[in-house]
């Protein structure tokens, strides 16, 4: 099972006019608004208008909820750029919600995403590796995409690095690595992190 963040949180880069004008009526709670003024901004070209009135049809906010929409306006978000976009489509993808379920698709959108440095598609990403879920499985890969993980904050991508230097598995075996990153995700909030770290340490390493 994967553990899919629900984006909330708009996308701000970049932002102007109508983009901006549609977050200033979300943050009021002037949701029909808010979608009005992202549909132009998506309908102008703009991916972040694109992606955050994927959120609405999403979360059924000033719209009815419509998750095949959602699809639709994230499609236009990642094939404009935006790797969040990318990543709530891949989510999608895996779920086969709004979509027909495919992992070789939540793959490559999550492959996208994470090559536009979305912490959290490298970690599904390195998840789906380590199974041999829509790719082929690839131990190496995976602990490459749980260091970009890890490298761009994600606790549970720490964690599951951390496990694979444990083990010696797609890495070299390398407990005192294995420990430093239990201890990474024990910082970021990871509990098992927080428990291995702790069971490493007192092992001596």
Do not use: P, R
């Not at 959602?70 to 990543?87: I, P, Q, R, V």
């Not at 489509?89 to 779920?95: F, I, R």
């Not at 890890?150 to 496990?163: E, K, Q």
């Amino acid at each position: 099972m994967f553990g899919f963040l629900v984006f909330l949180a708009f996308s701000v880069s970049g932002f102007s006019g109508d983009l901006e004008d549609g977050l200033k009526a979300y943050n009021n709670n002037d949701y029909q608004s808010a979608v009005k003024l992202f549909t132009k901004a998506c309908d102008g070209g703009d991916a972040s208008g694109c992606y955050n009135l994927g959120i609405m049809y999403d979360n059924g906010q000033g719209v009815k909820q419509d998750y095949h929409q959602a699809a639709k306006l994230w499609t236009k978000a990642c094939d404009g750029g935006h790797a969040s976009g990318c990543y709530n489509l891949g989510s999608m993808y895996a779920k086969g919600e709004g979509v027909k379920q495919d992992y070789h698709q939540a793959a490559k959108l999550w492959t996208k995403a994470c090559d536009g440095g979305h912490a959290s598609g490298c970690y599904n990403l390195g998840i789906m590796y380590d199974n041999g879920q829509g790719v082929k499985q690839d131990y190496h890969q995976a602990a490459k995409l749980w260091t970009k993980a890890c490298d761009g904050g994600h606790a549970s991508g720490c964690y599951n690095l951390g496990s694979m230097y444990a083990k010696g598995e797609g890495v070299k075996q390398d407990k005192q690595k294995a420990k430093e990153l239990y201890g990474k995700a024990c910082d970021g909030g990871d509990q098992d992190g927080c428990k291995y770290y702790a069971f490493l340490n007192q092992q001596g390493y």
